[in-house]
Nanobody, 120 residues
Framework: QVQLVESGGGLVQPGGSLRLSCAAS????????MSWYRQAPGKQRDLVAR???????NYADAVKGRFTISRDNAKNTVYLQMNSLKPEDTAVYYC??????????????WGQGTQVTVSS
């Protein structure tokens, strides 16, 4: 089984910064794509950023130039650096990891979610 533990959310003023982390553990052979999603109240869960195993990245238009996704393969961890935060960035942020277990079966795991609130 694969577990994801997220951290780094909180309350920040507009224009501020936060860094989210998501660490994967368990029976992991390899990790492919790592992603961050977010879900605001009453809205669907949307992709924020994604990074592949060879470090190709893509971002939602709403966060381009402000957010940066990165990964530490040695730690099976993905990060989301969020700068110039806006009230509309307020949401629960979830990480998602796709990979293969030690048995070579594919897995997809989701984090528990971390609240990010941008407000003065």
């Amino acid at each position: 089984q694969v577990q994801l533990v997220e951290s780094g959310g909180g309350l920040v003023q507009p224009g501020g910064s936060l860094r989210l982390s998501c660490a994967a553990s368990g029976s992991i052979f390899s990790i492919n794509a790592m992603s961050w999603y977010r879900q605001a109240p009453g809205k669907q869960r949307d992709l924020v950023a994604r990074i592949t195993s060879d470090d190709n990245t893509n971002y939602a238009d709403a966060v381009k130039g402000r957010f940066t996704i990165s990964r530490d393969n040695a730690k099976n961890t993905v990060y989301l650096q969020m700068n110039s935060l806006k009230p509309e960035d307020t949401a629960v942020y979830y990480c998602k990891v796709d990979g293969r277990r030690a048995t070579l079966n594919a897995f997809r795991a989701w984090g528990q979610g971390t609240q990010v609130t941008v407000s003065s």
